[in-house]
């Protein structure tokens, strides 16, 4: 299925020690959605997880995902789409983006239709051969260099018109994760790693999870996916023609005074989707995706647990037989008995942790949450119960 | 040792259903003092144990004191001492005791000084008739009637010349408390229960209360003690005659101009002694204490596991696999697979508990507390880790 590589466009390839150049064509698409219900009571519907600095870096979620790809794209060569509500503040959080790079959807309408209108948005703005990355805005990643290191080589594999992933090396049979399984190397030129991806799977249970790993053939599957703009839109329109000919009308009148009444008309009928099921599932069985390896950390950041393991160890207690992770202030924080517990101090009060070893302790203005890193999956019922109880100035 | 009964005063005994009289000559003595470190952050040190309300009753633990002190002294017959820093707290909070029954001691001298100025003051004021009943101003009581009648059988043993000390029905073997070990009976008229005190001992270990309450002897000495004031004096100067002497100077000056200046001598010189060190246990020794079986509910409040028993369960959860006892706004306290969680909310903050049985929050505008019951008494490390800290703002 895939054409051969694009002879016409130049890939840069990073020399160690050199600073690379950003990736001609190279556009970076950043859907900014989801409330991050497992990190309430820090993260909330009206201020969710892309927004936060979860790390203590000084940079948002957001923003990081931003620095990461800057190198890669050059200046202004970043969309992100978010919901209407967010558009505001993802504009505020980086000025450098400009307005017309921050697509709004009127309503939430999963990930096909924010990734597939950016693809049309491109492809108006910028012609046939650009080619995407799909970043989500809320995860975190460690190595820069292997990051880059890996689009480089999805970039090469798109050119080749494949629909192309990065399968991160797994740190253990996580089943919070779905997986990619690598099948035969691609021998791409410029792409020595890229292999086609022979499946997708969903989150698995532990044993599988550690099947899959003893055969070296699986990786976590991302959601990062790097495809020429026309390619994807290619394969949405043999998949979902209507999902595909109301996004191709969206984005021919995006930068146009008819934006408004298009997306008024044609929004709120597109078939919500992930990608994933969209296109990455059935493009795979038919031998339209690569897979390349990401040799990199990540982080989906998907609870307290997870986020917990994200932050250094705070202050050296006094009490101290145990020290523990803090997001704010180190110096408010008190353990006693207590080694491992992570404490989120967001609102300035101190936050003593006596004799419960890996507590999760998040103090807010309004709200204060109180579990373990072994239940940190449950704040979602917590989340749910004060919805059930009216309380929505809380979600 | 002790005299005979004074036949020349009266002793109103209760009648089932009927109110009863208050005791002609008998003044009730609250020594007011200790911050109640373990339940921190709730107790400050500016704002102690005994000037709040730990049960959601409406009154402070003073205030109920009082008020079930009140039906047997009769009004103004109350006195409270207290450090100087909390007075004007203690007189604002029990606007009817007079500003003369509330006693500033200019430092912490322990209980027998606060005591024997209280009885030396009585003394001075009253005359040699007069019957102390002393009482914390921070423990729980349930059983009004009960306590009562406990009290009019001690006032009739104090007449007779003992020390009484109100021997409380232990209700488990509990390593918190000392006990009070039950003798022969005495036979008095108008107080049958009273029995000779065979001693007195400290906090034991479990097997040792154990064997305690199995020999039906011993009870939780609970620090009530009823005397005539002109008795305990006379025991005081016979064991500590310059503590004597120098309460007797200050009580005389104490309705005086001289009274600042004859404490600002004579105070600061005083022995630092507890009451049953001092009297209690060589008195019994010698054959001079009494002790009534209290037959009430009695808990001195001395952590959050003792007050997560003193308040009621809390509002049904919706998510609610489990309910727990809430001080504060119950609607705001969510417990999420966290039956028995105790939660304080003393700021109109939420609280959400997720996986934590029995754990204890404690949510204050400057300092939140995580703990669980079983921790309860670690809690006193936190706060000396605070002051280790610097952080005196705390405490």
Redesign the interface.
Known sequence: MPSQPDESSSVATAEPGATPDPIDGFHAVIPAGGAGTRLW?LSRAGRPKFLLDLTGSGRTLLQATVDRLAPLTGDGNVLVVTGERHAEAVAEQLPGLGGANVLAEPSPRDSMAAIGLAAAVLLERHGDDVVLGSFAADHVIAGAEAFQRAVREAVVAARAGYVVTIGIAATGPSTAFGYVRAGAGLDLADAPSVRLAAGFTEKPDAETAAAYLATGEYRWNAGMFVVRAAVLLDHLRAQLPALHDGLREIAAAWDAPARDEVLARVWPGLTRIAIDHAIAEPVAAAGGVAVVPGDFDWDDVGDFASLAGLVPPGFA????DGDGPTLGDA?AV?R??SPGAFVVTADG????????PD?V?V??????????R??AQ??K??V???R??G?DD?L
Chains 1, 2 share one sequence.
Do not use: E, Q
């Open positions: 009571p207690s006094d009490a101290g110096a008190l006693s008995g009060r101190t936050v003593s942790v006596v004799g419960v507590a302790v103090d807010t203005p309004d709200a204060v949450l109180v579990t373990t072994a239940h449950d704040v019922a917590a749910d119960a004060w059930d109880r309380r809380l």
